[in-house]
């Protein structure tokens, strides 16, 4: 007998990336990304974090100090839009869709624009990030990258997301 009780496309990938998420030990936040071929084949998933060889447990790269780059974690961190495309292991990414937990900065949608993605779902956007938002969002409709919110596309999706990454935050303690 056939089962008819399957998530959808969209909620399978942003739970890609809310489980990739997991894996960041960025305790301010923690973020995923999940890119996918115009065949639904995932081609790469990434998270936030040190690049490879930075020890994680060295606090000299989660410092706070944004006035200065040698002390502020910005200089060190990957986002994880980026290190999906790093990771990723089937090229080339034209005509992609990427799922990110969060609305995307403007270096990563460099990167993404770059490579050829053409569609943006983001789970979360910072109200307070206006600005950064918009300066994304400006070359995403210059480049002609489509960029919605998996709330808009498909809020079913969004609630089990929340809900998944509810169930992630709260159990994730080394298992
Ligand atoms: N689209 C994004 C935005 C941010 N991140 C990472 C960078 C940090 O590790 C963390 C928090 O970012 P902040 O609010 O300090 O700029 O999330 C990312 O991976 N993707
Ligand atoms: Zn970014």
Redesign the pocket.
């Given at each position: 007998m056939k089962n008819d009780s399957l998530i959808h496309w969209h909620s399978m990938f942003m739970g890609v990336a809310l489980l990739a998420a997991a894996r960041?030990k960025?305790a301010?936040?923690r973020?995923g990304a999940c890119i996918v071929g115009p065949d639904n084949k995932i081609s790469g998933v990434g998270?936030?974090g040190l690049p490879r060889g930075c020890d994680d447990h060295d606090e000299h790269y989660w410092q706070d100090d944004d006035s200065d780059p040698l002390n502020s974690?910005?200089s060190y961190?990957v986002?994880?839009?980026q290190n999906a495309i790093l990771n990723c292991t089937s090229l080339p990414l034209h005509g992609s869709t990427i799922y990110?937990t969060?609305?995307?900065?403007p270096r990563?949608v460099q990167s993404i624009i770059q490579v050829g993605i053409k569609r943006v779902v983001y789970l979360d956007k910072?109200a307070h990030q206006e600005r950064v938002n918009a300066a994304s969002e400006k070359m995403l409709a210059d480049a002609g990258v489509e960029i919605e919110s998996l709330q808009a596309l498909q809020p079913e999706s969004a609630e089990w997301s929340a809900e998944l990454a509810q169930f992630i935050e709260t159990s994730t303690t080394n298992r």
């Amino acid at each position: 007998m056939k089962n008819d009780s399957l998530i959808h496309w969209h909620s399978m990938f942003m739970g890609v990336a809310l489980l990739a998420a997991a894996r960041s030990k960025d305790a301010r936040k923690r973020n995923g990304a999940c890119i996918v071929g115009p065949d639904n084949k995932i081609s790469g998933v990434g998270y936030n974090g040190l690049p490879r060889g930075c020890d994680d447990h060295d606090e000299h790269y989660w410092q706070d100090d944004d006035s200065d780059p040698l002390n502020s974690r910005h200089s060190y961190i990957v986002h994880a839009e980026q290190n999906a495309i790093l990771n990723c292991t089937s090229l080339p990414l034209h005509g992609s869709t990427i799922y990110a937990t969060q609305y995307p900065c403007p270096r990563c949608v460099q990167s993404i624009i770059q490579v050829g993605i053409k569609r943006v779902v983001y789970l979360d956007k910072k109200a307070h990030q206006e600005r950064v938002n918009a300066a994304s969002e400006k070359m995403l409709a210059d480049a002609g990258v489509e960029i919605e919110s998996l709330q808009a596309l498909q809020p079913e999706s969004a609630e089990w997301s929340a809900e998944l990454a509810q169930f992630i935050e709260t159990s994730t303690t080394n298992r």
